[in-house]
């Protein structure tokens, strides 16, 4: 009985190793004969060149200081007419309006009229008693300097009150203060016109992208809502602070020429290419990023090799990066996601 446990025993046993090599065997096996997992993958050559950041900025047409002239009267007025609407261009020497002094300015100008009068007839008196030598030169001086000072502001008095305004300069007419009919006091401004050729356009920028441009870059502008018409300017200035009112930087770019079609109060829009840096171009795609670190994959011999770089300088097709990879490295350029350090890889395309 117990010879024949021992052969049922043994049985077992056999057979239990038989199952366990076979199954060894026949993984190792198909193992042997299954090919290695392969990731299909674009790659793009490293390049070394010049890359140059895109920023785009949003502002508006504005005048340069000491551009706006205002029109002025010396003298308390009426309009008769307005010629001009805003925004319309205006050529030097053209008449704006046509205003009439009210009384108040006609009587000071009969006040100035009987001051000449009377420093007139006073040199008169004055110059017979300096002959028969009872006034003296220092009387004579007196008089005299008394009629040219009273003939002086009749003069200026009667010049100013003109019936007639015209443009001082060739601008744009960029405020009309009053109607027709209305009364003016004197010194008061009427028309404000902005010397055309005297426009720069404010931008804003984000502080943590003014290190990107720097007086002095050529910036291509265009108006919103009609992209078409575009022109070049320049950065003459930037702000040393934040504007509170829009938490920006404001950005300062004057029109390269003085003939711009834009008109005052226009709201552009500011493309700048900044000043480029050289080193290793890849696309912009293949950089990765994880954990605040940036990396990719190069591939050797089929194989991929993770990298971490230093990012320098990005836009929307290159990054200029710094790390272990050199001009001609193949970049995994699509594909990456998937990838592992060390997996092989087959080339679908090289750029």
């Given at each position: 009985m117990k010879k024949t446990a021992f052969i049922v025993f043994l049985i077992i046993i056999i057979i239990a190793g038989y199952l366990v090599f076979n199954e060894f065997f026949y993984k190792n096996t198909n193992n042997n004969l299954m090919p290695s997992l392969v990731a299909p993958v674009t790659v793009t050559k490293a390049v070394y060149g010049k890359l140059g950041k895109r920023v785009v900025i949003y502002g508006k047409v504005i005048a340069g200081t000491n551009k706006i002239k205002n029109i002025i009267l010396s003298f308390d007025s009426v309009i008769e007419n307005i010629y001009v609407v805003t925004g319309q261009n205006v050529g030097k020497?053209?008449?704006?309006?046509n205003v009439s002094p009210t009384k108040y300015a006609k009587m000071r100008l009969r006040q100035a009229q009987n001051s000449l009068k009377g420093a007139k007839k006073n040199l008169y008196f004055v110059k017979q008693r300096y002959d028969i030598k009872i006034a003296t030169k220092q009387d004579l001086l007196n008089a005299k300097n008394a009629y040219r000072n009273a003939l002086i502001q009749y003069s200026m008095l009667k010049k100013s009150l003109k019936s007639s305004v015209f443009s001082p300069i060739d601008g744009i007419v960029n405020k009309i203060f009053y109607i027709k009919g209305s009364s003016v006091?004197?010194?008061?401004?009427?028309?404000?016109i902005i010397n055309k050729h005297g426009l720069i356009i404010r931008c804003g920028i984000e502080m943590e992208r003014l290190k990107y441009i720097h007086p002095g870059l050529i910036t291509h502008i265009s108006i919103i809502g009609n992209g078409k018409k575009q022109i070049q300017g320049k950065i003459i200035k930037i702000a040393g602070m934040v504007n509170p009112n829009t938490n920006?930087?404001?950005v300062y770019i004057k029109p390269v020429y003085p003939k711009t079609p834009l008109l005052f109060g226009t709201?552009?829009?500011?493309?700048?290419?900044?000043?480029?840096?050289?080193?290793?171009?890849?696309?912009?795609?293949?950089?990765l990023q994880k954990n605040g670190k940036y990396f990719l994959y190069i591939i050797k011999?089929?194989?991929a090799y993770k990298r971490y770089v230093h990012v320098l300088l990005k836009t929307d097709r290159y990054d200029l990066i710094k790390g272990i990879v050199k001009q001609g490295d193949l970049v995994v350029s699509l594909g990456n996601y998937e990838l592992k350090p060390g997996m092989r890889v087959a080339l679908k395309e090289i750029k």
């Open positions: 020497g053209q008449l704006i309006l006091p004197a010194q008061n401004p009427i028309v404000q920006l930087v404001n709201l552009v829009k500011a493309i700048i290419y900044s000043n480029g840096r050289k080193g290793i171009l890849v696309p912009e795609h293949a950089v011999n089929n194989i």
